[in-house]
């Protein structure tokens, strides 16, 4: 398969991967913190349809 092919998705799933994102921007906030420049890529690029919710929640390389 061709990694640069994303699935469409729809009008409605982007709202609620966006609504998703905010929620969760909004979760990390009230705990003093806030999402790195990385994260803030991995959120555009699930709700853009990008990548699935498993590799988005994947631990990345030095995390934790």
């Known amino acids: 398969m061709d990694k640069n092919h994303h ?7 982007r709202r609620r991967r966006e609504e ?3 929620y969760a921007r909004s979760s990390v906030g009230l705990e ?3 999402l ?6 991995r959120a555009r690029r699930f709700i ?3 990548i699935d919710l ?3 929640v994947k ?4 995390a934790g």
């Open 7 to 13: 699935p469409q998705i729809s009008d409605a799933e």
């Open 20 to 22: 998703a994102v905010k």
């Open 32 to 34: 003093g913190f806030q």
């Open 36 to 41: 790195s420049k990385a994260d803030e890529k």
């Open 48 to 50: 853009n349809g990008e």
């Open 54 to 56: 498993t590799e988005f």
């Open 59 to 62: 631990c990345r390389d030095g």
